[in-house]
């Protein structure tokens, strides 16, 4: 947290006078990256606490909000999760991240046509870099609604993106399998 204070020396009447500034948007970084630590580790409390002071400290930082949405998913809480996924999306429309997010969400929730939108509008924002990841939330979802064509042809996309994906290179080889193209199955398998 020392990142989080500012020092400043400056001269006044002679003398050496020091000023420490607090800065918020700093402060919420700290505590959104200790808050997602947390999370990943199972100490949900911990995650909360960081997660909900990084919003006091900057309320209108979208990756704040999105990962208390993520926060609360975990959690099982998603009507609470959803409205901070909306207001990620409310203050950065165009950022990929949180199109991602909030799309690997309603996703989760089971609105499949509703996630493509937001999946498919990060995928197109040209300075994402991980598109890959994208498809292949779309073609986890597609699997989840049975939707095995769409989740070839985005699996598919997923491997064009990043060829080195191994977990997205094995499901394309399941896939394959899955459609009775045993050679093109293989292929993907041995990859």
Known sequence: LFACVTERTFLDSKKQ?????????????????????????????????NLEQALVFAPERADVNYSLGYYYQVVGEMEQAESYYVKAIKLEPKNPDTLNNYGTFLCRIGQMDKAETYLKKAINISKYTRAAESYENLAICALTNEEYDKAEKYFEMSFKHNPSRANNVLSLAGVKYASGDLVAALDFYSR
């Open 17 to 49: 006078v020091r000023s420490l500034e607090f800065n918020k948007n700093d402060a919420a970084k700290t505590r959104l990256i200790l808050g997602l630590s947390y999370l990943e580790n199972g100490r949900f409390e911990q995650a909360k606490i």
